[in-house]
């Protein structure tokens, strides 16, 4: 059973999910979290950097990356596994070791590394949870920052650290660190998802607050 149809039944229970999806945003919204200490200095003219990021399902993640300003592309797939070239079959199996993630291409003359990352712990994910996302459990939907770049390693580390040390969250914050390898392109089906299905139950349910919430909190990098 695929997730869509798998929690389709949400859609009776739709007021109370929302409740519990925006639930642990609450504790972890956007104004409580500091800017960055550490992160790049903007570009002056205009250029390109990418990161790949996984925080859960990956619809939800694109979602937001796809409304913030400077994000040129948010591409769905898979990194972190051994396997070339997985399937969604594959990946959602938990053995390959892969994570479902979403590379992101940015300007960085219009948005820093930093607060791509403090949109990705505030908003796009709850960062706490350990092999999990909201509904979804496994490997396949673990917290990771997967680097490019000794800098976003460095940004990454010294975030993590900040957040830890003002004890920003209730619970650990659990997200891996770890150098980039290979990023695989998600099927076609999976690209811009929760645009093209606004109303699947699912999408509804726990992807949708994300971005309501990055409009809300970051309303200087929110674009349509």
Avoid at 20 to 43: F, M, N, Q
Avoid at 157 to 174: G, K, M
Wanted: aromatic share 12%.
């Amino acid at each position: 059973m695929n997730r869509a149809s798998k929690y389709s039944i949400l859609a009776v229970l739709a007021g109370c999910a929302i409740f519990c999806a925006i639930g642990w945003h609450r504790a972890s919204a956007a104004t409580s979290l500091p800017d960055p200490k550490v992160d790049e200095t903007p570009a002056v003219t205009k250029g390109k950097e990418s990161v790949v990021l996984a925080g859960g399902c990956f619809w939800g993640i694109q979602a937001v990356f796809e409304h913030v300003k400077g994000v040129t592309r948010a591409t769905a797939g898979y990194s972190g596994g051994t396997l070339a070239d997985p399937s969604y079959e594959q990946v959602s199996s938990g053995t390959t070791g892969h994570a479902e993630s979403v590379e992101i291409v940015y300007n960085p003359a219009k948005i820093t590394f930093g607060q791509l990352l403090k949109i990705f712990f505030s908003v796009a994910h709850d960062p706490t949870e350990l092999n999990r996302q909201g509904p979804d459990e496994g490997t396949q939907y673990r917290s990771a920052i997967f680097f490019k770049s000794l800098d976003q390693q460095r940004i990454a580390q010294a975030y993590v650290e900040q957040l830890t040390q003002a004890h920003v969250f209730p619970r650990p914050i659990v997200t891996q660190i770890v150098a980039f390898k290979a990023f695989y392109r998600a099927e076609d089906y999976h690209q811009d998802y929760a645009m093209r299905n606004p109303d699947n139950p699912y999408i509804f349910v726990n992807d949708r607050p994300k971005v309501i919430n990055l409009k809300k909190d970051f309303p200087e990098l929110y674009q349509n």
